[in-house]
């Protein structure tokens, strides 16, 4: 065993050994006073807590009555950026590890996703990827777009592909504007685009471009208030910020409050939320209490509560507050049918936290009592028809024919589709996938590199679900004519420019659904002209050998799967060696990696089309995994 896979299975041990190790307030139930902070998980004798790591994001599902959790850290604090999603029940403290079809290229610093109520769709939004190993470089450069959606009713990830779209970051500011039923984005690391919207009905964005923005920032945070129909930002990472900002989408103008008192304000990376029952801003701030060398040495955090109405902050200053310190290790959402914040909160040796050693802390808060919550009513969303078009399958019949099939709306009175050329980067044409896994004789797709127009090429709606295209030869390179809805942020020391180009053309196409009025839809995510990603990848061990399975592509014509296998663990830095495990595809949807041994192995699936064309690899399952006995309670015999 290497010495790294034996630190990381004495660490996993160690964290095992503390799961339930705390000292406990009460176990179960939400009663709690008004303006409390509560600990809820973990607690001695309390449900099993997965002491996750930080930098991952919350949204809660009123319908489920869960917290989806998504990405961030391993509990180490480090290691890979995750693509797990979790669901924490806040009314019996219990976790579950979520079984998905698919996941996005795992992420950190994911702060400021933002739960979806009228589609019911958690929506993730673009953050730091491959930056801290395990991850494979091709899955990150072709699925990691803007937006992904999980439904978690039927535990499925989509990658919604808009396009154009603008560059979103990590450590953004984002809120959910019921009234307008979008998500308004402003911020992040590096980012100077300023206030974007997306709209899950239409899957476009839009740059709005106000006269007046806050400062550009990263952290901090937003909260939409439902009461006076406007987003408050507040906080910064890095910045000392003296201001409290508030935003309509309505006017598209930003406003400085400009109330009497303010929270401190330097270095706060504040997090927000709306509690709705009572019409007001719940945030919390950190507090640097001393720092050397511009690193914080210790520090707290402080409950701090914005009243619209009065334009005021409030201390609120509650018997206990959570434990810790520190930037991009909070997360917060709101639960209204019990009337209080989640909070969690990421301690590790560092803070020097009495009596923990390292811990994914969950608290609840409650600002006030109230009366028992209505029964919960999803909202209705304004526009019924025409709705988005999604899960559109792309079959490769031959060089000169596609065919195009997605699910069926009765009421729809037709489809409009759309094609664009695409240009394209060979996996040979990226030192970095070059590095990771040789390149095949005819290389595969590594990453888009430009996108033209799309054009529409149904003269009249087609009145079923179904399009053929037989004007196109895939045999020849295309190129984007005019000006491009995407181009590549590829450095030209990432470009192999000696490197072997990509054999086919390529082809991206879009659908559009047509309502009775004649108004026409949003666009569906974009498919290409390559197989996608296969879904349900499982893996088990069985001693020395990895059995994986998955599920069929839906394509026609695909002729068979390859399997790829990440090696050994990169903890810190970007690039992995990728082997190619099967040199020819396999016909079967099974595999067994045999003699592998017992150290942490990482696989992916690709499908490969009758064309030869390797498609958009798999989210990845593990072998052995890192932390493995901290999963294990979580997990069945077959896991991802």
């Known amino acids: 065993m290497r010495t790294k896979q034996l630190l990381a299975t004495l660490f996993a041990i160690g964290l095992t050994n503390t799961l339930l190790a705390d000292e406990p307030a009460k176990v179960g139930g939400l009663d709690q006073p008004a303006n409390s902070w509560v600990k809820r998980s973990p607690l001695k004798n309390g449900p099993r807590n997965p002491m996750l790591g930080y930098e991952g994001s919350f949204g809660y599902d009123p319908l489920a009555r869960k917290v989806i959790r998504w990405a961030g850290h391993t509990q180490s604090g480090g290691h890979e950026q995750q693509n797990e999603t979790w669901t924490y029940d806040p009314r019996t403290a219990q976790f579950e590890l979520i079984d998905t079809n698919l996941a996005p290229p795992g992420g950190c610093c994911v702060q400021q996703n933002v739960f979806d109520p009228v589609g ?33 009713a039927t535990k499925t990830w989509r990658n919604m592909k808009p396009m154009p779209e603008p560059l979103v970051s990590p450590l953004r500011c984002a809120s959910w504007d019921s009234d307008h039923q979008v998500v308004v984005v402003f911020g992040g690391e590096g980012n100077s685009e300023g206030t974007v919207v997306y709209d899950p009905y ?84 950190n507090v640097f209490d001393s720092e050397v060398g511009g690193e914080a040495t210790k520090g707290h955090y402080e409950t701090w509560v914005l009243d619209g109405d009065a334009n005021t902050w409030k201390k609120m200053s509650p018997a206990k507050e959570p434990d810790g310190f520190g930037s991009r290790r909070r997360l917060m959402c709101y639960v209204p049918d ?37 029964a919960y ?91 053929e295209d037989s004007t196109i030869d895939l045999s020849k390179a295309q190129a984007v004519e005019g000006k491009p809805i995407f181009k590549h942020r590829f450095t030209k020391e990432q470009v192999n420019a000696e490197g072997k180009p990509y054999r086919f053309g390529v082809y991206a196409y879009r659908v559009r659904e047509m309502a009775v009025n004649g108004d026409v839809g949003g666009p569906s995510p974009y498919v290409l002209t390559i197989p996608s990603a296969p879904q349900w990848l499982y893996s088990k061990e069985s001693g020395n050998d990895a059995l994986l399975k998955w ?21 810190n830095g970007p690039g992995q060696k990728v082997t190619r495990v099967t040199a020819e595809p396999t016909a079967e949807t099974t595999f067994t990696d045999k003699g592998i041994g017992k150290e942490s192995r990482r696989y992916s699936i690709v499908a490969v089309d009758a064309l030869g064309q390797e498609g958009i690899p798999s989210a990845p399952t593990w072998h052995y995994r890192l932390f493995k006995n901290v999963y294990d309670p979580f997990v069945g015999e077959w896991h991802q």
């Open 120 to 152: 019911n769709r958690f929506l993730r939004f673009k953050s730091f990827a491959g930056s801290h190993g395990w991850q494979w470089f091709r899955e990150i450069y072709l699925a990691n777009s803007s937006v992904w959606s999980f439904d978690l």
């Open 202 to 285: 239409l899957n476009t964005w839009k740059r709005m471009n106000p006269k007046v923005q806050p400062a550009f920032r990263s952290g901090g945070n937003m909260a939409y208030d439902a009461k006076r129909k406007r987003h408050i930002l507040f906080g910064s990472q890095f910045d000392d910020d003296k201001h409290t900002w508030a935003y309509s989408l309505t006017d598209n103008t930003w406003t400085d409050l400009k109330p009497k008192e303010m929270p401190p304000t330097k270095k706060n990376d504040a997090v927000l939320v709306y509690d709705e029952r009572h019409g007001v801003i719940v945030a919390n701030v």
């Open 338 to 374: 019990l009337n209080v914040t989640v909070l969690e909160s990421y301690v590790n040796p560092p803070l020097r936290v009495a009596g923990v050693d390292r811990e994914q802390q969950i608290w609840t808060y409650r600002y006030a009592d109230a009366p028992a919550a209505k």
């Open 377 to 467: 009513e999803q909202p209705e969303p304004k526009w019924l028809e025409p709705k988005l078009v999604e899960d559109v399958v792309c079959s490769v019949i031959s060089a000169q024919k596609v065919s195009l099939k997605w699910k069926e709306n009765k009421r729809a009175v037709g489809y409009v589709v759309e094609r664009a050329a695409v240009e394209v980067f060979s996996e040979d044409q990226i030192h970095r996938l070059r590095k990771d896994t040789p390149p095949l004789a005819e290389p595969s797709i590594g990453a888009l590199h430009t996108v033209g127009e799309f054009q529409t090429l149904t003269k009249k709606p087609v009145g079923v679900p179904s399009f």
């Open 551 to 571: 599920a069929k592509n839906p394509e026609q014509g695909i002729v068979g799967y390859r399997v790829y296998r990440m090696e050994s663990p990169r903890i």
